[in-house]
């Protein structure tokens, strides 16, 4: 995770804590930078699939819970035709919001935190 979406995934989680503080959720801490003893600790506790970056333990809307992948807001993970970009990390990470949305869960990219604020308001403004 880059500089940017790791600020971007705090502040979303600050947002979190604030407007809703009954709330359960965690953030994906894969992209933490440890020593590399405890970074294959953590590896081998979490799931094959790709991670997303965020995971909101909430069921609303008829899903189970949201689950969100955070971009900055100039990603590139979008063709010039609003495809999704054809690069080996990409293509792991849609395949997990589609793998989420396929058992009932809410999965979503979203693109800097305005959009990502809107997503979480939408899905949890109706407690």
């Not at 979503?108 to 990502?116: K, N, P, R, V």
Request: aromatic share 12%; glycine share 4%.
């Amino acid at each position: 995770m880059n500089k940017h979406e790791e600020k971007l995934q705090i502040a979303l989680s600050k947002y979190i804590k604030l407007q809703y503080p009954d709330v359960y959720f965690t953030s994906e801490s894969s992209g933490i930078r440890v020593p590399i003893g405890v970074a294959s600790k953590m590896k081998k506790q979490r799931s094959t699939h790709k991670q997303l970056d965020l995971i909101v333990l909430e069921p609303r809307h008829d899903y189970h819970g949201m689950v969100l992948e955070l971009k900055n807001y100039d990603s590139d993970i979008y063709t010039k035709n609003m495809e999704f970009r054809k690069s080996e990390h990409v293509q792991e990470q849609l395949q997990s919001v589609n793998h989420l949305n396929s058992r009932g869960y809410y999965a979503i990219f979203a693109c800097g935190f305005d959009e990502a604020k809107e997503i979480v308001d939408w899905y949890l403004g109706t407690m």
